[in-house]
């Protein structure tokens, strides 16, 4: 790769302000100002990949094994990105306790979705499971051993046999209780055999667009403020997910929509983001989700005037009652004011009133985890807990050969140069709803995709074509614009006005007088986004700068997923409304089909939303893609036509 | 310099109360009258050094290992500690829910 500099200006500096320190490099004068200038520095590749979580080390190194030069930017070292904290399994049809077959396993994904998945892109992943377990096996994931020796497979996540009517299926393989972590391991380890360049701590700006076609990307390198431009024939994004835009989130402080954003940016869209997976008990502040069988044994969600209230919204099931409607209704008390704290903004979930032998057995190290998470006591006080983000199922659309497409004028249309796979990702193989143990089959899957994909149409070594000269100008102008911001308001300040505005009106409990409050809110601290304020005026790791960065990604993120949701008139998988309970699909598939008129595209609501941003004034713009309902060959797996969806 | 003494050895107390568990009340006692009765083994003075000396509590988590690591219900080896994590639906571990 050739290294050249475009500027070179050394920074010299006296800091004003607070914190009165002064340096001198290189023995400039001391009183010299805080250079301005950006030295940027570029680097030809054959492909880069933004992210290094399980999908983008998968990328990575599939496309350096294939002998591509490759760089992997990443803001995170690699093994500490939020993969490592999937600590559930993956699913594969190996058949190993009973006999199984991949088109079972796609059928319950397809119904997971609850056929909003596209149906040739869960053909691949399930078709690809048991090659994509086994080679990871191979890689040397320590999974846990049947007796026999294979790998042992446990009932979770929706899993059945024959198409959903033999009984539940064992399909979940796991590496004794964190597979996440050990998956992360893996694929480093196995990363370091191969010579892929590994840009760590440098946070990707944005993308380098020409022509419709994506050129490389412009990162900043935190440790010394220096830009770089990476050039590339091929750009595979894997960024992760946003759970960070919602108050009460299991993300990581770093999972903030980065790639999703970029792409947002460069003017193509994102798809399906009002689909967010929620869980009812994360404990408040930490994030951290209680399990369901704490409820299973016998403890009680409370509101603030100490009554059962799951009484009155679930009155044969309680507190047993199916994850959606337990996290509607303690929304519904948060939001009638019977909340609990000094901002009435959680319920209690409370087991006191148990034996404490009985928890301790029954729930072994739940006193430690609520010492830990909550502070409290769990055999005294009760557990604060609200609904929390735990994944999104939404993201950067693409095939089912990773590559990024657009949807104009009735055809998908690949933008060449750029792939997407991961969280980051919308495949759609998770559809309206994720199934467990899913998440991680689609990483493996899909990093290995786009690397083959890549592998498969281009040819180490290829001739880069020109770029500009001064491509990446708008982000070093942003990002200088938002290291000297001097407005009224904190980087935190903001991001906490969005993520209280999406926990309470984004959140579990939609309908279209919340969603539209919320539409409306979220668009006027969109525009407070001018009025920020940064404090650290320096560029050698410049936290401040980073986060407001971030909150900028997020704010993108946040803005599309509330107006989606705001649009879609209809429940499907994770988006509920109350106003509008129903599917809407293009026939009644309640009923049977003889006789029925399909209902034209604008008239149902199974479709893709993909949506645009146009970031100077954040307003959204919403289209519709159809779903792709045909599997990759009809003569080996059949499509599953749509049903309702009932477990 | 005896407020110096008893603060330390209030601090021993409850360094020797944390670290020690059970074994609270006897080394509560034995640090509060200084005297060393002939059965213990002789020790060594209670200086820092002296303290590694002392049979380490292993740290007992509360999700014990199976033996041979292989769950004796279903035979399970390198599978996850404790119960079953998928009993109740979710993927649980120590009351945590990481999958659903």
Redesign the interface.
């Given at each position: 790769p050739s290294v050249w500099f475009m500027l070179f200006h050394v920074p010299a500096a006296a800091v004003h302000g607070s914190r009165n320190f002064h340096f001198s490099i290189y023995g400039k004068k001391k009183n010299a100002q805080i250079s301005t200038q950006y030295p940027v520095v570029d680097h030809e590749f054959d492909a880069v990949v933004v992210g290094a979580g399980g999908a983008g080390l998968r990328a990575a190194f599939g496309l350096s094994e294939a002998g591509f030069n490759t760089a992997c930017i990443t803001k995170l070292f690699p093994t500490r990105s939020h993969t490592v904290?999937?600590?559930?399994?993956i699913n594969a049809a190996l058949g190993n306790m009973e006999e199984d077959d991949w088109r079972w396993h796609f059928y319950d994904t397809v119904k997971g979705s609850d056929w909003l998945g596209d149906q040739d892109a869960i053909h691949y992943m399930t078709e690809q499971a048991p090659a994509a377990v086994v080679e990871l096996e191979n890689f040397g994931m320590?999974?846990?051993?049947?007796?026999d020796g294979k790998i042992?497979q446990?009932?979770?996540?929706g899993q059945s046999l024959k198409y959903g009517k033999g009984g539940q299926a064992h399909r979940?393989c796991?590496?004794?209780?964190r597979t996440g972590h050990s998956l992360l391991h893996t694929l480093y380890g196995r990363s370091l055999r191969y010579d892929t360049s590994y840009f760590v701590e440098y946070f990707a700006l944005d993308l380098l667009m020409e022509n419709g076609e994506c050129k490389g990307v412009i990162a900043l390198c935190m440790e010394d403020g220096s830009i770089h431009r990476f050039r590339a024939q091929n750009t595979v994004i894997a960024t992760g997910g946003y759970g960070r835009t919602f108050f009460s989130c299991t993300s990581a402080h770093t999972s903030t929509g980065d790639g999703n954003a970029m792409v947002t940016r460069a003017g193509l869209p994102c798809q399906d983001l009002e689909f967010v997976q929620f869980?009812p008990?994360g404990i408040y502040g930490a994030g951290?989700?209680?399990?369901?069988?704490?409820r299973?044994e016998g403890g009680i969600l409370i509101n603030s005037e100490g009554e059962r209230f799951m009484e009155r919204y679930a009155p044969n099931a309680k507190d047993l009652a199916s994850?959606d409607v337990v996290s509607r209704s303690m929304t519904i008390e948060i939001r009638e004011g019977r909340g609990v704290g000094p901002d009435k903004d959680h319920v209690y979930l409370q087991l006191h009133h148990l034996p404490p032998q009985q928890l301790a057995t029954?729930?072994?190290?739940?006193?430690?985890?609520?010492m830990i998470f909550a502070g409290v006591d769990v055999t005294k006080e009760p557990i604060p807990v609200l609904p929390t983000v735990?994944y999104n199922m939404g993201g950067v659309p693409t095939n089912y050969k990773g590559q990024v497409i657009t949807y104009t004028d009735g055809a998908d249309k690949v933008v060449p140069g750029l792939y997407a796979c991961g969280e980051a990702a919308c495949a759609s193989v998770h559809g309206a709803n994720r199934l467990?143990?899913n998440s991680l089959l689609d990483l493996v899957v899909f990093g290995r995709a786009c690397a083959l994909t890549i592998a498969e149409e281009h040819k180490p070594g290829e001739k880069l074509s020109p770029l500009k000269p001064t491509a990446g100008e708008e982000s070093v102008a942003n990002l200088d614009k938002l290291r000297f911001a001097n407005g009224s308001l904190r980087t935190s300040e903001v991001r906490l006005n969005m993520q209280k505005t999406m926990q309470a009106h984004a959140a579990v409990f939609r309908t279209g007088s919340v969603l539209k409050e919320g539409c409306d809110k979220m668009d006027a601290i969109y525009q407070t986004m001018d009025d920020l304020k940064t404090f650290d005026r320096g560029i050698v790791w410049n936290t401040d700068l980073v986060e407001t960065l971030e909150l900028q990604n997020l704010m993108l993120n946040a803005v599309q997923t509330i107006h989606s949701a705001e649009q879609r008139k209809e429940s499907r998988g994770a988006h509920a409304r109350e106003d509008f309970k129903d599917r809407v699909d293009e026939f009644d598939y309640s009923k049977p089909l003889q006789g029925q008129e399909k209902k034209p595209f604008d008239q149902h609501w199974r479709k893709h939303t993909m949506s645009y941003v146009d970031p100077k004034t954040g307003k959204v713009t919403l289209e519709y893609r159809p779903v792709i309902d045909h599997s990759l060959d009809e003569q080996d797996c059949a499509r599953v036509p749509p049903a309702i969806r009932s477990y | 310099m005896s407020l110096l003494r008893f603060s330390a050895s209030v601090s021993r107390r409850l360094l020797w109360k944390s670290a020690a568990g059970e074994s609270v009340s006897t080394g509560c006692s034995r640090a509060a009258s200084g005297a060393v009765s002939d059965k213990e083994p002789l020790k060594k003075a209670k200086t820092p050094q002296g303290r590694f000396d002392l049979p380490e509590e292993k740290s007992k988590d509360v999700l014990e290992k199976f033996p041979d690591d292989v769950n004796p219900v279903t035979k399970e080896k390198g599978g996850p500690r404790g119960p079953e994590p998928t009993r109740y639906g979710d993927w649980e571990r120590k009351g945590r829910c990481v999958d659903f």
């Amino acid at each position: 790769p050739s290294v050249w500099f475009m500027l070179f200006h050394v920074p010299a500096a006296a800091v004003h302000g607070s914190r009165n320190f002064h340096f001198s490099i290189y023995g400039k004068k001391k009183n010299a100002q805080i250079s301005t200038q950006y030295p940027v520095v570029d680097h030809e590749f054959d492909a880069v990949v933004v992210g290094a979580g399980g999908a983008g080390l998968r990328a990575a190194f599939g496309l350096s094994e294939a002998g591509f030069n490759t760089a992997c930017i990443t803001k995170l070292f690699p093994t500490r990105s939020h993969t490592v904290a999937a600590q559930g399994g993956i699913n594969a049809a190996l058949g190993n306790m009973e006999e199984d077959d991949w088109r079972w396993h796609f059928y319950d994904t397809v119904k997971g979705s609850d056929w909003l998945g596209d149906q040739d892109a869960i053909h691949y992943m399930t078709e690809q499971a048991p090659a994509a377990v086994v080679e990871l096996e191979n890689f040397g994931m320590p999974f846990s051993r049947t007796e026999d020796g294979k790998i042992y497979q446990r009932a979770f996540g929706g899993q059945s046999l024959k198409y959903g009517k033999g009984g539940q299926a064992h399909r979940c393989c796991c590496v004794a209780d964190r597979t996440g972590h050990s998956l992360l391991h893996t694929l480093y380890g196995r990363s370091l055999r191969y010579d892929t360049s590994y840009f760590v701590e440098y946070f990707a700006l944005d993308l380098l667009m020409e022509n419709g076609e994506c050129k490389g990307v412009i990162a900043l390198c935190m440790e010394d403020g220096s830009i770089h431009r990476f050039r590339a024939q091929n750009t595979v994004i894997a960024t992760g997910g946003y759970g960070r835009t919602f108050f009460s989130c299991t993300s990581a402080h770093t999972s903030t929509g980065d790639g999703n954003a970029m792409v947002t940016r460069a003017g193509l869209p994102c798809q399906d983001l009002e689909f967010v997976q929620f869980h009812p008990t994360g404990i408040y502040g930490a994030g951290c989700l209680i399990t369901e069988g704490c409820r299973g044994e016998g403890g009680i969600l409370i509101n603030s005037e100490g009554e059962r209230f799951m009484e009155r919204y679930a009155p044969n099931a309680k507190d047993l009652a199916s994850r959606d409607v337990v996290s509607r209704s303690m929304t519904i008390e948060i939001r009638e004011g019977r909340g609990v704290g000094p901002d009435k903004d959680h319920v209690y979930l409370q087991l006191h009133h148990l034996p404490p032998q009985q928890l301790a057995t029954r729930l072994p190290g739940i006193s430690e985890t609520a010492m830990i998470f909550a502070g409290v006591d769990v055999t005294k006080e009760p557990i604060p807990v609200l609904p929390t983000v735990h994944y999104n199922m939404g993201g950067v659309p693409t095939n089912y050969k990773g590559q990024v497409i657009t949807y104009t004028d009735g055809a998908d249309k690949v933008v060449p140069g750029l792939y997407a796979c991961g969280e980051a990702a919308c495949a759609s193989v998770h559809g309206a709803n994720r199934l467990g143990a899913n998440s991680l089959l689609d990483l493996v899957v899909f990093g290995r995709a786009c690397a083959l994909t890549i592998a498969e149409e281009h040819k180490p070594g290829e001739k880069l074509s020109p770029l500009k000269p001064t491509a990446g100008e708008e982000s070093v102008a942003n990002l200088d614009k938002l290291r000297f911001a001097n407005g009224s308001l904190r980087t935190s300040e903001v991001r906490l006005n969005m993520q209280k505005t999406m926990q309470a009106h984004a959140a579990v409990f939609r309908t279209g007088s919340v969603l539209k409050e919320g539409c409306d809110k979220m668009d006027a601290i969109y525009q407070t986004m001018d009025d920020l304020k940064t404090f650290d005026r320096g560029i050698v790791w410049n936290t401040d700068l980073v986060e407001t960065l971030e909150l900028q990604n997020l704010m993108l993120n946040a803005v599309q997923t509330i107006h989606s949701a705001e649009q879609r008139k209809e429940s499907r998988g994770a988006h509920a409304r109350e106003d509008f309970k129903d599917r809407v699909d293009e026939f009644d598939y309640s009923k049977p089909l003889q006789g029925q008129e399909k209902k034209p595209f604008d008239q149902h609501w199974r479709k893709h939303t993909m949506s645009y941003v146009d970031p100077k004034t954040g307003k959204v713009t919403l289209e519709y893609r159809p779903v792709i309902d045909h599997s990759l060959d009809e003569q080996d797996c059949a499509r599953v036509p749509p049903a309702i969806r009932s477990y | 310099m005896s407020l110096l003494r008893f603060s330390a050895s209030v601090s021993r107390r409850l360094l020797w109360k944390s670290a020690a568990g059970e074994s609270v009340s006897t080394g509560c006692s034995r640090a509060a009258s200084g005297a060393v009765s002939d059965k213990e083994p002789l020790k060594k003075a209670k200086t820092p050094q002296g303290r590694f000396d002392l049979p380490e509590e292993k740290s007992k988590d509360v999700l014990e290992k199976f033996p041979d690591d292989v769950n004796p219900v279903t035979k399970e080896k390198g599978g996850p500690r404790g119960p079953e994590p998928t009993r109740y639906g979710d993927w649980e571990r120590k009351g945590r829910c990481v999958d659903f």
